[in-house]
C-alpha cells in the first residue's frame, strides 16, 4: 500500500461521463417572424371563418386558423433568450442534445427542456475552520477561491448541485491543507502555513481545482483568508514566539558585542594606547560585555586607582 505525500493531492473522482457540445440552433429573430405570422394570421382565418359561419360557410377557414394558431404557439415555445454570461444546457426527452453558448434570441426544438447554468466568475468564502495542523496544534483556517464553470454538461449532469459541490470540496481541501502542513516551524526548516503562504495558496489551489473538474468547474484562484490559533492555545504560542524573538534579538546583539570588543581590543593593540596584560584584557572584556549587552543603562564607576 503505498502513501501519498502533502504534495500529492487524495483525490480520485471518476472521469466525466458528459462533455459539452454546442447544439445547432436556429436565428430566434426569423422563428419569432414566422411565429408572429402564424399566430395573427390564424387569428384572422379564424375570425374570418367564425363571419362564413353564419353564412352556413367557412369551417375550413376556421379549421386552418385554428391550427396555424396552435402551430404559431408551439413554435414560439422553442424560442430561448440568452443572456451574456449564461448558457442553456438543452435536452430532448432526458437525452443531453447540447448547450447554447451564444447570447441572443436563438431557437431549438420546443420539446426541449432548457436548464440555465451561469458562466460568470464566482467567489466562494468557506467559513471559519477549526482543524489541527501537522503537529497537532488547532488553528482556524478559511480561505475564498474564485471559480466559473467552464463545461455546463459536467455541471448539471455529473452532480447534483455543482454550487454546492464546489463549496464542500474547498471546505474539503482547506481542511486537508492544514492538516498536511504545521502552522509555524519555529525555524526548523520546512514548509509552514505562516511563512509559505504563496507555496501553500498554490498547493490549494490545485488541490481544490482537483477536486471540482469533475464537475466542469474552473478554479481561477484560491486565497488563505484567515490564518490563527486556536484561541485556547494562542497566548501560550504567542508567548512561545516572543521567547524565540527575545532569544533571536539576544543572538544577534551578542554576536555584535563580541565584534565591538574584538575591534576594540585590536585597535588598541594597532596604536599602542595602552598595554593591557590577559587579566586586564578580561577585566575590559567583561566591561564591555555588560555594556554592550545589558538591556539597562549602565552606571560607570571612574577607579581613581590602580587596578590592584
Request: overall charge negative; proline content about 3%; charged content about 20%.
Amino acid at each position: 500500500m503505498t502513501t501519498k505525500t502533502p504534495d500529492e493531492p487524495l483525490v480520485d473522482m471518476p472521469a466525466p461521463q458528459t462533455r459539452e457540445r454546442v447544439v445547432q440552433a436556429v436565428r430566434g429573430s426569423v422563428m419569432l417572424g414566422v411565429s408572429l405570422l402564424l399566430i395573427f394570421g390564424g387569428l384572422a382565418l379564424i375570425a374570418l371563418g367564425i363571419v362564413r359561419l353564419a353564412d352556413g360557410g367557412g369551417s375550413t377557414l376556421f379549421i386552418l386558423g385554428i391550427v396555424a394558431l396552435l402551430a404559431g404557439i408551439l413554435l414560439a415555445c422553442g424560442l430561448t433568450a440568452v443572456a451574456p454570461g449564461e448558457a442553456r444546457v438543452v435536452q430532448l426527452l432526458g437525452r443531453y442534445i447540447g448547450t447554447l453558448r451564444a447570447d441572443g434570441l436563438q431557437w431549438v426544438n420546443p420539446f426541449a427542456t432548457r436548464h440555465r447554468v451561469s458562466t460568470r466568475i464566482r467567489n466562494h468564502e468557506t467559513d471559519v475552520a477549526k482543524v489541527n495542523d501537522l503537529d497537532g496544534n488547532p488553528i482556524e483556517m478559511a480561505a475564498v477561491v474564485v471559480w466559473q464553470v467552464q463545461d455546463t454538461a459536467q455541471a448539471v449532469f455529473e452532480v447534483d448541485d455543482f454550487v454546492e459541490f464546489v463549496a464542500i470540496q474547498t471546505e474539503t481541501a482547506v481542511r486537508h491543507i492544514a492538516n498536511s502542513y504545521p502552522y509555524d516551524t519555529h525555524g526548523g526548516g520546512g514548509f509552514s502555513l505562516r511563512d509559505n503562504a504563496d507555496e501553500i495558496t498554490e498547493k490549494l489551489a490545485t488541490e481544490i481545482a482537483a477536486r471540482v473538474a469533475s464537475a466542469g468547474v474552473k478554479v481561477i484562484e484560491s486565497r488563505i483568508t484567515h490564518l490563527a490559533y486556536a484561541p485556547e492555545i494562542a497566548h501560550a504560542m504567542l508567548r512561545r514566539q516572543q521567547a524565540g524573538a527575545v532569544v533571536a534579538a539576544r543572538q544577534t546583539i551578542v554576536e555584535g558585542a563580541v565584534g565591538m570588543v574584538e575591534m576594540a581590543l585590536t585597535k588598541l593593540a594597532e596604536h599602542d594606547v595602552v598595554e593591557l596584560d590577559e587579566e586586564r584584557k578580561a577585566a575590559m572584556v567583561s566591561n564591555l560585555l555588560v555594556v554592550l549587552v545589558g538591556d539597562r543603562d549602565t552606571q560607570p564607576i571612574v577607579n581613581t586607582g590602580s587596578l590592584y
